[in-house]
Nanobody, 123 residues
Framework: QVQLVESGGGLVQAGGSLRLSCAAS????????MGWFRQAPGKEREFVGY????????VYADSVKGRFTISRDRAKNTVYLQMNSLEVEDTDVYYC????????????????WGQGTQVTVSS
């Protein structure tokens, strides 16, 4: 019932900013918790951050805390990942994911995934 499409990735210089978008279809989107993850080929998927169903609570990985911000626009059925002060180590494919568990889903409870968008940070 839910399809997720990421956009906004690209090439950016270290220290720069990007905003990723995750557009969701389906009427149940606004009851979903949403997470952002990233993964490089041959590497394990890494949790980036999470926002609860209402947008009132966010959690971030230590590696991005203070630099990345997750928000959601319920009217537009869109979740955003604002990435500031980007570092070369942030280079990855970024995925958004949704869970019917409205708050603090466990990893296996993210069941809807986008196709990913590439973020490349150059030095």
């Amino acid at each position: 019932q839910v399809q997720l499409v990421e956009s906004g990735g690209g090439l950016v210089q270290a220290g720069g900013s990007l905003r990723l978008s995750c557009a969701a279809s389906g009427s149940t989107f606004n009851s979903y918790a949403m997470g952002w993850f990233r993964q490089a080929p041959g590497k394990e998927r890494e949790f980036v951050g999470y926002i609860n169903w209402s947008g009132s609570n966010t959690v971030y990985a230590d590696s991005v805390k203070g630099r990345f911000t997750i928000s959601r626009d319920r009217a537009k059925n869109t979740v955003y990942l604002q990435m500031n002060s980007l570092e070369v180590e942030d280079t990855d494919v970024y995925y958004c994911a949704g869970s019917r568990v409205a708050t603090m889903p466990l990893p296996h409870e993210y069941v809807y995934w986008g196709q990913g968008t590439q973020v490349t940070v150059s030095s």
